[in-house]
């Protein structure tokens, strides 16, 4: 089998080889559980550099002056940062946590973007003090805090969120467009919030951004919303957000990356005037299918249903149960159907259900099983519920792997408590 064969859910650089095993990166899928432990996630690198130049190139052939940022929630890993900050793309970070792995990743202080609906004094301050190229506004209260944070300084450029009414076909949970959101000035708010800004000593005010939600699928509700914005003024600078989506499984069908860049790029130079800086943003679409998920599997259980039991699942990919977000699941050297099962975890919760209906090949103790495209918000909402210690991140390259980030370990588990006698 070929990479053809495989579903598009699953990195590129990635194939079935002729016994029909999982080659990542040039490196067997079996061979990586072995040797790295699961549950592991595995990175294919080439395939993060690949969406990024897919993005650049994209936007290089239409628009005269852009910059793409990698919205960094998706996937705050230092090594991540660090590839995509040599292929040449921007970020941006939505706490101060993001901002210090996205310095040490070595992101350029003032290609960095600054959000979040509830920044604190501390995250401004750091931000100033790191040289951080602009911050997002999202709320009045925040206009003066930065204010106050920037004093008679040197004047801080900033974007103004706004929300333009307008929202993708996607989870409530991710959509962030509607009037009544708690991001940004809805589009009665905002043109106060615009004449604030403008009368600012301390504030630079270059242009708007908004971000209408996430996994979106269609290119419609980009154009909606870059036109119903359009009504606020005329700026510079325009940040249109992320959210395009990525295939999950087999028949999802996301648009191609340079057909949503075209139709935001075209809608803006339509309705919002040529030459304007265009800035997007994606996430999931840079780094959710680099990624699979490797897991053994601990139980097989027949009652009602067959329960495929691995040794991980919400604590490392919490999308499922959050979201009701489905993915794929395959065994990794005996791809195929045939045993209708329900990919379920090991934590305490009824809930903790990776994959609920999949066809596995006869499913047995000690398979290594496959969820592809958990490269978005997997690694970046893992959690310590059970106190199962998180995954290591390993990048595959050529056949060469490396962990990036170790597998947690019960003494990290413990690493914070102050006991009693302690300094
Ligand atoms: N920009 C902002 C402000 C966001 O809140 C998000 C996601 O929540 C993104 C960009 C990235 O979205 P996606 O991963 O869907 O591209």
């Given at each position: 089998m070929t990479r053809s064969q495989l579903s598009q859910a699953y990195p590129l650089a990635s194939r079935l080889d002729e016994d029909g095993r999982l080659q990542l990166g040039g490196c067997d899928a079996v061979e990586l559980a072995r040797e790295f432990g699961t549950p592991a996630y595995i990175v294919v690198e080439d395939d993060l550099r690949a969406r990024a130049q897919t993005f650049v190139e994209a936007f290089k052939a239409r628009a005269k002056s852009f910059d793409v940022l990698f919205?960094?929630?998706?996937f705050p890993c230092t090594a991540v940062y660090r590839v995509l900050a040599q292929e040449g793309i921007a970020c941006d970070v939505a706490s101060g946590g993001e901002l210090a792995l996205a310095l040490r990743g070595g992101f350029e202080p003032s290609r960095i973007y600054m959000h979040g609906n509830a920044k604190s004094v501390d995250e401004l301050r750091f931000a100033r003090e790191a040289g951080v190229g602009h911050i997002v506004i999202d709320n009045a209260d925040e206009i003066e805090r930065l204010e106050a944070v920037v004093g008679d300084g040197d004047p801080q450029p900033v974007l103004l969120r706004v929300t333009p009414g307008v929202s993708g076909d996607t989870h409530a949970a991710i959509s962030?467009?509607?009037?009544?959101?708690?991001f940004g000035f809805s589009m009665l708010d905002a043109p106060d919030a615009i004449a604030r800004l403008r009368d600012s000593a301390a504030l630079d005010l270059v242009g708007l951004h908004m971000h209408i939600g996430?996994?979106?699928?269609?290119?419609d509700p980009f154009r909606r919303a870059i036109e119903a914005i359009a009504p606020l003024g005329d700026f510079?600078?325009?940040?249109?957000?992320g959210g395009l989506g990525v295939a999950y499984t087999s028949e999802q069908e996301p648009p191609r990356i340079a057909d949503y860049v075209a139709a935001k790029v075209d809608t803006a130079e339509h309705a919002?005037?040529?030459?304007k800086r265009i800035l997007d943003e994606p996430g999931r679409a840079l780094v959710a299918n680099s990624t699979v998920t490797l897991y053994t599997v601990q139980s097989v259980k027949r009652n009602v249903s067959t329960w495929v039991a691995v040794d991980g699942g919400m604590s490392d990919n919490l999308r499922p149960m959050l979201y009701g977000s489905v993915y794929e699941a395959q065994i990794a050297d005996r791809f195929g159907g045939g045993t209708p099962s329900r990919l379920t975890g090991?934590?305490?919760?009824?809930?903790?259900?990776?994959?609920?209906d999949v066809e596995l090949a006869d499913p047995r103790v000690g398979d290594v099983v496959v969820t592809p495209?958990?490269?978005?918000y997997g690694h970046a909402m893992a959690n310590n519920y059970n106190g199962v210690p998180r995954p290591p991140v390993i990048f595959v390259a050529h056949g060469d792997a490396r962990v990036v980030v170790r597998r947690e370990t019960y003494q990290d588990l413990a690493a914070r408590d102050v006991e009693p006698g302690d300094g």
């Open positions: 919205a960094s929630k998706a962030t467009g509607q009037a009544d959101s708690k996430s996994q979106i699928l269609e290119l510079p600078v325009y940040n249109l957000g919002l005037g040529p030459g090991k934590h305490c919760e009824s809930g903790d259900v990776i994959v609920r495209a958990t490269g978005a």
